[in-house]
């Protein structure tokens, strides 16, 4: 089992749609998870942090954290053609609070 | 700038070649990472610096692998004898002092012909 599982997509959601990009990870012990945006043949781009279990609203952005479920997710409102890029969840290792494992990433695509 | 910085953006070179990527961490940020990074794969950790001393480089895959960042700001990763699994994008990223929230630079893009 991958310790950081994304769905590689792609997804593809009209504009204006909500997003929703799921991300599950193996090590309970995890206490740290991050959304990237990561363009094409672009670097990554950190657009949300969440530590606690339940939801943080930014923006658009909101993500979801469910550590008994050691589930998380990021849904996008209002989704723009802009927002087409890979998203890549990252988690911490438990026992190093600064040692990222990073999913393969989902393929979001907006239409217009 | 504001941002990390990483030079070079493009690294070309031979089978069994030493080469050396720079990263410049945000001004006051005290941890610096390396990850690299494949075709179609996330970010894979390789080092982190907190200061001068690498507080964590379990993810270095072999001793052709070495970093240093001699007086906290610049980091430099060296790679010996380069091989051909070796050509990937190189990211750098920090972060501030007691924040475990990291940000990336451009990155270098290694190929080993």
């Known amino acids: 089992q991958k310790e950081v599982e994304q769905n590689s997509g792609p997804l593809s959601v009209p504009e204006g749609a909500i997003a929703s990009l799921n991300c599950t990870y193996s090590?309970?012990?995890?206490?740290?998870f991050f959304w990237y945006r990561q363009y094409s043949g672009k670097s990554p781009e950190l657009i949300m942090f969440?530590?606690?279990?339940g939801d943080k609203e930014d923006g658009r952005f909101t993500a979801q954290l469910n550590k008994a479920s050691q589930y998380v997710s990021l849904l996008i409102r209002d989704s723009q053609p802009s927002d087409s890029a890979t998203y890549l969840c990252?988690?911490?290792?438990?026992?190093?609070?600064?040692?990222?494992?990073f999913g393969s990433g989902t393929q979001l695509t907006v239409l217009p | 700038g504001a941002g990390v910085s990483q030079t070079p953006s493009n690294k070309v070179t031979e089978k069994g070649k030493y080469v050396e990527l720079r990263c410049d961490p945000i001004s006051g940020h005290t941890a610096l990472y390396w990850y690299r990074q494949s075709l179609g794969q996330g970010p894979e950790f390789l080092i982190y610096f907190q200061g001068t001393g690498a507080a964590d480089d379990s993810g270095l895959p072999n001793d052709r692998f070495f970093a240093v960042r001699p007086e906290g700001s610049v980091s430099t990763l060296k790679i010996q004898r380069t091989e051909r699994g070796d050509s990937a994008v190189y990211l750098c990223?920090?972060?501030?002092?007691?924040?475990?929230?990291?940000?990336f630079g451009p990155g270098t893009r290694l190929t080993v012909l």
């Open positions: 090590d309970r012990g995890s206490q740290s």
């Open positions: 969440i530590y606690s279990n």
């Open positions: 990252a988690v911490n290792r438990p026992g190093s609070a600064r040692q990222l494992t």
């Open positions: 990223a920090s972060g501030a002092s007691g924040k475990n929230e990291q940000f």
